[in-house]
């Protein structure tokens, strides 16, 4: 893990910001950085996910505290945590943003057509600015995509967990290989070993910020 600094420089209309950071901080899809503002008294890091990269740094996923203004220096420290990882094979990707915007996904995007993958992407929120070539489908054509798609990213808050699964049931077939990255409030990054971030699976406790917050499917049942 790596500790720098960073300025947030831009916020956009959707509260996602563009930070200037050095190159070796820039999360991957799915890993996260933790964020502290030296200005603020602020107790706890914020985790900050990549929406997509840009000159100098990369675009947050929203949305950051309101008191961070452009501007505002950051302490950042990570990547942290596992990030997505498209297979080789996987030619049909579906982004799946289970219950909230698709932000946190968006970066999967450049990275599937490098090997000439089809995606779409899954949401029920408003979404701007997206490659021509990304099919956006409403949630409700989940069960035909999981027929379609060789490979599933999804994004999914702790406490809906269960629901997903019970989604990812309704192809009625063997599921395409997925990953999905599970959110929760992660204030410590496994440095203070909080236990804020515990998911539990079968009776068993697995820590979100640093056995995720990307796992694969095969890891939540
Ligand atoms: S955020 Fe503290 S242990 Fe995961």
């Known amino acids: 893990?790596?500790?720098?600094?960073?300025?947030?420089?831009?916020?956009?209309?959707?509260?996602?910001?563009?930070?200037?950071?050095?190159?070796?901080?820039?999360?991957?899809?799915?890993?996260?950085?933790?964020?502290?503002?030296?200005?603020?008294?602020?107790?706890?890091?914020?985790?900050?996910?990549?929406?997509?990269?840009?000159?100098?740094?990369?675009r947050s996923?929203?949305?950051?505290?309101?008191?961070?203004?452009?501007?505002?220096?950051?302490?950042?420290?990570?990547?942290?945590?596992?990030?997505?990882?498209?297979?080789?094979?996987a030619h049909k990707i579906a982004l799946l943003a289970f219950d909230d915007s698709p932000a946190r996904l968006r970066g999967l995007i450049p990275l599937a057509f490098k090997q000439n993958a089809e995606v779409v992407l899954l949401c029920n929120s408003v979404v701007s600015d997206l490659p021509e070539s990304v099919e956006i489908q409403p949630l409700q054509a989940l069960a035909e995509i999981l027929t379609w798609a060789d490979f599933i990213a999804a994004d999914v808050a702790r406490e809906n967990l269960n629901q997903f699964k019970e989604a990812m049931k309704k192809g009625g077939r063997v599921l395409p290989e997925t990953q999905a990255l599970i959110r929760a409030p992660m204030p410590c990054g496994a440095l203070a070993e909080c236990g804020v971030c515990a998911l539990t699976v079968d009776y068993h406790w697995k820590m979100i910020c640093k056995e995720g917050p990307v796992f694969a499917m095969g890891e939540l049942l």
């Open 1 to 58: 893990m790596k500790t720098g600094e960073g300025q947030l420089n831009e916020i956009y209309l959707d509260s996602s910001a563009r930070i200037l950071c050095p190159p070796e901080l820039i999360p991957s899809p799915g890993q996260y950085l933790l964020a502290d503002s030296p200005a603020s008294n602020a107790p706890l890091s914020v985790p900050i996910f990549l929406s997509e990269s840009t000159p100098d740094g990369f």
């Open 61 to 89: 996923a929203p949305a950051l505290p309101a008191l961070w203004t452009p501007g505002t220096r950051l302490i950042l420290r990570g990547p942290l945590g596992h990030g997505f990882s498209i297979p080789a094979f």
